[in-house]
């Protein structure tokens, strides 16, 4: 027991470095833009407006002043550590004077209950349907399901998505291909609003358990075709073990250690959002928030984003870590 | 299996239920009360805030400055309701002293804001001097300086004494496109700090007021107002829809679907080929023009813009050669195919523009004389826009114009007819040589040339970037688009690009008046190789004859026709330069579903406005439109 | 080398099909090489016409042949993808198997580094990429980048089979046996480890090409050049599918799709073919 305590200080200590190290290289990152959001908010407000020379000029200076981008690269750097540690990502330079944190706060709740589910549901499936190819290696049927999985995996999504689109909200047109909810329906726990939530989630949810699953089916597939052959398994058939409770009990459930490693990473990963998924079906998350933070050189957003990312994965990488240990006793703790 | 039918029972009653409720976009709003209109800013990352005087905070043409928001005047891009110019907030036209050091304002009466009180003097010299005093707000800067002083003598009267002259001080307060909003000084006396302040719910100077909004930022619903006779609308009647809707519809195929489901009555902007699409299969959808080509013209000219600090382009000679490489009519195809509206020369084709440049520079253009180094040419053929029209009659038959008007009015009139040989003497007499196919510059580079683009974010520059690029490389020179995305506008102001498909002219469109973008094209304003360009000079022209046309137009009257005599000379001097290359005006495929509403502003039928729908001046509509059941 | 090959194609029905898709495409892609129009040159043929004798896959909206297009494009998908996956596996192979049995002081060193690289937000690196580079940016560099950044994952994976293999009963008779850690490593490891390198490499493919889609799809990309991805976001500027053009999309979707299938046969069946408990049930089956 003491030697897992240790195990785990020192993981703990890796994760604090890897966050560390991640967030500093996100703050490289997005500060090496070549987008200076001054210059965005200048042309955002010229664009269309009348504007004189001079007062441009002036309004370039105020910004510059008004978001604190004056003083040296260290200071800034300084001030960004300072806030951070409390939580606080400052204000977004592209919607000034909001917090970062408040907009990140209203994207992220839908794009953890979109990828969440549509994350689970394709593991399901396709652990489901691979567990089963791998055993039933000659199954005809399992086969096919196996091509077919496996041809529609590398469609590229946009045109997966797409394609869903046309057909649910235009040839047929039964479900509702943009936002999140009804329009103009008030929030609530009542059945009005979660039913509009549900069914606008279909699609988006749809389409990425069909471009999800294939993944997920190989993975299990030849996992499970290895462990087929192993003597345990061929123990239990020559004992009379029945083929499902083999299946069950002895196949899948050693194949799936390695699935739930990716399981976790994936579901870590979530929190970069589903950008495709979202621009396609309007639906709103944190995807669209990065690409309009990118675009408008807006790096305390991208920071923000990404720290959030950044957490996430390394904390489902760490919880993997920390319970391979107790789940598989064939691994030493070192 | 008896769990299986059970499932399917199961889904088939939710495929039911989820039927049942599709048929309705909006929730708890009659449709036929709705107008529902693309807001091209797409998802607002910031959806509640109102704060429109915070610089880029959050949302604006949410139905926001087009619905809520009121100012002194507005000029109309097109025709207007009653005349081009609209007193709006003021009674009267502006009225300067002789030396244009002072501007005096009257104000209407009987205008409310919609939590019912009254709108005076006040919120104008409130909303000046906030601005004076306060930095960062989104028209602080302007305020600054032009304004010394500003005075009420009375609740309807507002006097501006300037630092210096300026005979278009008016024009801030003036709306194309948009314009600086009055505050309500009620509000925002009592707010801290104004800059970070979300003005939400908003007050009203507008016919509707904001009815809900969703904090995504997708949509936004206005309602009309009880007292919508209060508003500066009012004397127009009582607008038809009794809500409208902003919303994002997703990318240019969604709108498509979106309103061939009806679902969508205005789209803000599509591609061509997603006009087309509409044309061919939805009866009720519309465009500007009821056939070819369809799209409004906005008063912005897409243009090759050079870089006139780069060596290559100082020549005037170069710039004409790359302009005789370019065959207008693949351009329209590629861009719009066809559906573009030409113009040779560097003021956008629309509004009452043609009538004060276009059709009377016709003879001049015909005439004008190029040298080439070894011999003189008559560049100009008036006959490009026909030829489109000829070129598109077999596929699109009846939708193509026949008379002449209407064909220059859509397609505009001639270009500079391809000319390789005259290029390649242009280029040759610069000192450029051509080694095997290839061009090499004075110096004995490659002559190479990236066309920066903005990517999908303007698709149609884009796609006559790639085409422009093309015949350009089929000459024998290097010529690549690069896609700029996001980093356009600093690429733009900061002078790091060779060439660029962008616009340096805007216009009112409605008015022959050029100042709104020529002013800024002084040489005073051109900031030296390396330093940030200020709009809209983006190509750093330097010129002493420019700047003599300049400096007239500024002690020349708004409506002065002596100006549009300046702005013809400013069209020559362009022409002889070739500072831009001007393309085509920016026609945007604003397409109007009438299976609900009808009176949506035409060419053809009534012109009364700019049907683009972000535009402030849009708010027209609202008063013209009828329910179609 | 032959003989196995020879093997495979004998006796796995699934190798041969793979072999057989996966040689289309390659002669497809090498068509590119004998096409009638440089790929970046539009409105060489009339636009939108449907599939038809004279045109096999139509026309684009941009007057380009898809046919001769589509050379272009699956050529430089491919090449991409397969120098990604090849670059990547290198490394996480390398690292995860390294990792996985050394453990200690050089596991938890690696993997700091290697979940540093998972934790990395790619979007606004390649954004940052791509606008850094400008019009230098092209598909071998872009592979280059990917596969810098695509090898974390399955590195960890890959360990994570390594470390349960270093703590089984025929690796600590192995060491008792006194067999180098390298023969270890690659005579009676490597087996179980390939399975998992065909499948990673089957969707580290799939995430590279994909992710180049979505790079295209939203404008960060070189789009003279056509790749699979250029073609859609062409298309998409042309509103193609609600416009009505969907061989624009459809075959350059149904090539990556008839790649993918022979890649996974191929991967498949040579998986079956090297696992050796499975090998010695065939040749049973074989002789007897």
């Known amino acids: 027991m003491q030697a897992y305590a240790i195990y785990a200080l020192k993981r703990l200590a890796q994760f604090v470095l890897v966050v560390f190290i991640g967030i500093n290289l996100a703050y490289l990152i997005s500060h090496a833009t070549p987008i200076d959001p001054v210059e965005q908010t200048v042309s955002a407000a010229t664009s269309f407006g009348n504007a004189s020379p001079e007062a441009i000029l002036m309004m370039r200076a105020s910004l510059r002043e008004l978001y604190g981008l004056e003083g040296g690269a260290v200071s800034q750097y300084a001030a960004f550590w300072r806030r951070v540690l409390v939580g606080d990502f400052g204000p977004s330079l592209s919607a000034f004077p909001t917090p970062v944190s408040t907009l990140i706060g209203r994207a992220l709740p839908w794009t953890v209950g979109l990828l969440s589910v549509s994350t689970c549901l394709a593991f399901a499936l396709g652990n489901l349907l691979g567990g089963l190819a791998g055993y039933f290696r000659e199954s005809r049927i399992l086969k096919l399901a196996g091509i077919a999985a496996m041809a529609v995996h590398p469609i590229p999504y946009y045109i997966v998505a797409f394609v869903l689109l046309i057909v649910f909200g235009y040839l047929w047109p039964v479900l509702p291909i943009s936002g999140g909810y009804r329009i103009n329906t008030p929030w609530g726990w009542n059945a009005e609003f979660v039913l509009s939530v549900v069914t606008h989630a279909i699609l988006p949810v749809a389409s990425l358990v069909l471009v999800g699953v294939g993944g997920w089916f190989m993975g299990m597939r030849s996992l499970v075709s290895n462990i087929v052959s192993e003597d345990y398994v061929v123990y239990a058939e020559l004992a009379g073990v029945s083929r499902g409770r083999i299946l069950g009990a002895y196949v899948m459930r050693n194949a799936l250690a390695p699935q739930v490693t990716g399981l976790a990473m994936s579901l870590g990963s979530i929190f970069n959002g589903a950008i495709i998924t979202e621009q396609v079906f309007g639906y709103p998350g944190i995807g669209t928030l990065l690409i309009q933070a990118v675009h408008a050189g807006d790096y305390s957003l991208v920071i923000g984003i990404a720290s959030v990312s950044i957490v996430a994965v390394s904390v489902a990488v760490l919880i993997i870590d920390l319970l391979y240990p107790l789940l598989d006793p064939r691994v030493k703790v070192a | ?629 | 080398m032959f003989t196995v090959l020879r093997d495979l194609l004998r006796y796995r029905t699934e190798f041969r099909f793979g072999a057989i898709l996966t040689g289309f495409i390659a002669a497809f892609a090498a068509l590119s090489l004998v096409s009638p129009y440089p790929p970046q040159d539009q409105f060489v043929v009339p636009p939108d016409l449907p599939p038809s004798w004279s045109y096999w896959f139509g026309t684009t909206s941009r007057g380009q042949d898809v046919f001769w297009q589509l050379t272009f494009a699956i050529r430089n998908t491919m090449l991409f993808g397969l120098s990604v996956a090849v670059l990547s596996r290198l490394v996480s192979i390398a690292i995860g198997m390294w990792s996985g049995y050394k453990g200690g002081i050089v596991d938890r060193l690696l993997m700091s580094v290697n979940d540093t690289f998972i934790v990395i937000p790619l979007f606004p690196l390649l954004v940052l990429f791509y606008f850094v580079l400008r019009d230098r940016m092209s598909w071998p560099l872009l592979a280059l980048a990917m596969a810098s950044l695509g090898w974390a994952y399955d590195a960890r994976l890959i360990r994570a089979v390594a470390l349960s293999l270093s703590s089984r009963e025929f690796t600590q008779q192995c060491v008792f046996s006194g067999m180098r850690t390298r023969e270890i490593v690659f005579q009676e490891h490597l087996p179980y480890v390939l399975p998992i390198v065909f499948y990673t490499t089957m969707n580290n493919m799939n995430w590279s090409i994909g992710l180049e889609v979505t790079l295209s799809v939203l404008g960060f990309t070189d789009i003279d050049t056509p790749t699979v991805g250029v073609m859609i976001y062409w298309a998409n500027q042309h509103t193609a599918l609600v416009a009505g053009v969907w061989w624009w999309v459809f075959f350059p979707v149904l090539f990556v799709m008839i790649l993918f299938i022979g890649l996974f046969l191929l991967a498949i069946s040579t998986n079956e073919y090297i696992d050796p408990r499975s090998r010695l049930a065939r040749m049973g089956d074989v002789s007897g």
């Open chain 2, 1 to 629: 299996m008896h769990a299986l039918r059970h499932l399917a029972l199961a889904l088939f009653l939710a495929m039911c239920a989820v039927s049942a409720s599709a048929e309705e976009l909006i929730s708890d709003l009659p449709r036929n009360e709705t107008l529902i209109v693309e807001n091209p800013e797409g998802t607002i990352k910031n959806a509640g805030w109102f704060n429109i005087w915070a610089i880029n905070a959050g949302g604006q043409s949410t139905g926001l400055h087009q619905l809520a928001m009121d100012t002194l005047w507005y000029l109309d891009p097109q025709h207007g309701l009653d005349g081009v110019w609209m007193n709006s907030l003021a009674a009267e036209k502006p009225i300067y002293n002789a030396d244009f050091t002072e501007m005096t304002v009257k104000l209407r009466s009987g205008i409310y804001w919609s939590d019912g009180v009254e709108f005076t003097a006040d919120d104008l010299v409130f909303t000046t001097e906030l601005h004076m005093k306060t930095n960062g707000l989104r028209w602080s800067a302007p305020f600054q300086i032009n304004v010394a002083s500003v005075s009420a003598p009375d609740r309807n009267t507002v006097i501006f004494k300037l630092k210096k002259p300026n005979s278009r001080f008016h024009s801030l307060f003036t709306v194309r496109w948009g314009a600086i909003w009055i505050m309500p000084k009620h509000v925002f006396e009592k707010v801290a700090d104004p800059l970070k302040f979300d003005f939400n719910k908003p007050v009203s100077l507008g016919a509707y007021v904001l009815h809900s909004y969703d904090p995504n930022g997708k949509w936004f619903i206005w309602q009309l107002r009880d007292d919508w006779q209060r508003t500066t609308l009012g004397r127009y009647g009582k607008p038809g829809p009794k809500y409208v809707a902003y919303v994002d519809p997703g990318p240019p195929d969604k709108r498509v679907i979106a309103q061939l489901n009806h679902e969508l009555d205005i789209i803000h902007d599509t591609s061509a080929e997603g006009m087309f699409t509409l044309a061919k299969q939805s009866k009720t959808s519309r465009g500007w023009f009821k056939g070819f080509p369809y799209a409004h013209p906005d008063p912005t000219l897409p243009a090759v813009i050079f870089n006139l600090q780069n060596d290559t382009f100082k020549d005037r000679r170069v710039r004409w050669a790359l302009a005789l490489l370019i065959d207008i009519k693949a351009v329209s195809m590629a861009s719009y195919r066809g559906a573009a509206t030409i113009s040779a020369i560097a003021i956008p084709p629309t509004g009452t523009h043609t009538e004060s440049y276009h059709a009377p520079m016709e003879a001049w253009l015909r005439d004008f004389e190029l040298d080439t180094g070894k011999r003189t040419i008559k560049p100009y053929d008036p006959n490009i826009g026909r030829q489109i029209a000829e070129m598109l009659r077999p596929s699109m038959g009846e939708q193509i114009p026949t008379s002449a008007d209407d064909i220059a009015r859509a397609f505009g009139r001639g270009w500079w007819k391809p000319d390789p040989a005259a290029a390649s003497e242009l280029l040759q007499a610069a000192g450029f040589t051509r080694r095997g196919n290839d061009w090499m510059t004075p110096d004995g580079k490659p002559f190479a040339v990236r066309l920066v683009v903005e990517g999908d974010l303007r698709p149609v520059m884009t796609r006559a970037g790639s085409m422009i690029a093309q015949q350009w490389r089929q000459f024998g020179i290097d010529a690549k688009t690069e896609v700029a995305q996001g980093t356009l506008p600093d690429r733009r102001q900061a002078g790091d690009f060779d060439a660029m498909i962008s616009w340096s002219v805007e216009t009112y469109g409605g008015h022959p008046d050029l100042s709104y973008f020529l002013d800024s094209w002084h040489s005073q304003f051109v900031a030296p190789p390396g330093k940030m360009q200020t709009p809209r000079n983006w190509q750093r022209w330097a010129s002493p004859e420019l700047d003599k046309i300049i400096e007239q137009i500024r002690s020349t009257g708004f409506d002065d026709p002596k100006s549009v005599d300046l702005g013809r000379e400013f069209v020559k001097l362009a022409v002889r330069e070739m500072p831009i290359i001007p393309l085509m005006a920016y026609n945007v495929f604003t397409v109007m579903d009438q299976t609900y509403w009808t009176g949506y502003p035409t060419a053809e039928g009534d012109p009364y406005t700019d049907p683009v729908p972000n535009w402030g001046n849009s708010r027209a509509m609202m008063v013209r439109l009828k329910p179609a059941k």
